[in-house]
């Protein structure tokens, strides 16, 4: 019922910028809270960033201060700006969106900071 599109990701230079997108289809949107999550090969899937309904933020220590994520309900849009960025960065980043027992993930879009 639902689908989400990442977009944005891309190949950038330490201390570079990128803003991801996920575009949300469906009309729950407004009622959902949103996370990006990213993985890289052998390593377990972490959450980056997440904003809820309504419109409290959390960030896993390793992107504080660096990355700030927001949301758009008009457009059932997420957004995750990221800057500063690092080569630990680097991971195919996706974005989630959950609320009671539901939950929709999006099928990722690759973040890749190298000099």
């Known amino acids: 019922q639902v689908q989400l599109v990442e977009s944005g990701g891309g190949l950038v230079q330490p201390g570079g910028s990128l803003r991801l997108s996920c575009a949300a289809s469906?009309?729950?949107?407004?009622?959902?809270?949103m996370d990006w999550y990213r993985q890289v090969p052998g390593k377990q899937r972490e959450l980056v960033a997440q904003i809820t309904s309504g419109g409290s933020t959390y960030y896993t220590n390793s992107v504080k201060g660096r990355f700030i994520i927001s949301r758009d309900n008009a457009k059932n849009t997420v957004y995750l700006q990221m800057n500063a960025l690092k080569p630990e960065d680097t991971a195919v980043y996706y974005c989630?969106?959950?609320?009671?027992?539901?939950?929709?993930w999006g099928q990722g879009t690759q973040v890749t900071v190298v000099s």
């Open positions: 469906g009309s729950i949107f407004s009622a959902s809270h």
């Open positions: 989630r969106q959950w609320t009671s027992g539901l939950e929709y």
